[in-house]
């Protein structure tokens, strides 16, 4: 799958939310979500900033750095970065933070259209190659989209783009282990899912003895920890895959431990 099948999937995750934003009520957009003192529109917000963030990364990645390393020294004098970022749109009113999120949708949509396979992308962390960078910020819209939709109580649609998730969760496993200070645990785990349109999505050596199988939604759900692994049908055998479940973790950031069970 190449740079542009990603590029143009993502753009189809953030209309596909748009959409659904677009219909809520005043009302809805100060819903508090799972995200502790974040409210509905201030995961738009998120997702607004960041998506003119990975624009400037590839456009000119020096004033990135330049940015990130300005947060860095809010942390260390004690401010409130994630207020810095989110306090301009808390600021704005519904229907102008559903523009600016799409005026930053708009922004990545033209500095990603000439990305190529080879191309690298300065981040928060080390570099990522173009394809992985466009898929962790489909995951990114797809799962603060979860958020949403779980605070105005509302389900979607599913569709195969989750596949982009899944392998995105899969290849992950051992950045999960790390990202806690731990030593990856090296026993193949296969993962076998059904996707939304019936397909079956395998990853992972097949002569794996320990493997991960159900529905692409729960384990998207659970690698993204929108969901505890007790609140899904996952099949789970083996305990190297049992322990993987409990930490997965497929974005960047510091190790969090996901929802409690409901």
Known sequence: MDVAVVRSDLIDEQEALDRIISGISLSDWDLDTASPGWSVADQIAHLAYFDNAAALAIASPNEFQESVQRLLEMYSRGEDAEDA???PY?????????????????????KSRNLSADSRVVWYGPSMGSKS????????VWAHGQDILDAIDLKREETDRLHHIAQLGFITRSWSFINRGQEPIDTPVKVI?????????EFGPQSAEESVSGS?????????????????SLEVFGSAAVEWMKIAQAFAG?????????
């Open 216 to 232: 692409a939604l729960d384990f998207c759900l659970v690698v993204t920890q929108r969901r505890n692994l007790e609140d899904t």
């Open 193 to 201: 899912l059904k996707s939304p349109s019936g397909e079956t999505w």
């Open 254 to 262: 510091p190790a969090t431990d996901g929802p409690e069970p409901r």
């Open 133 to 140: 960078f466009l898929t962790a910020r489909l995951m990114e």
């Open 90 to 110: 808390r600021a704005m009113r519904p229907g102008e933070l559903l523009e600016a999120w799409r005026d930053g949708r708009r922004n990545l949509a033209e």
């Open 85 to 87: 970022i989110l306090s």
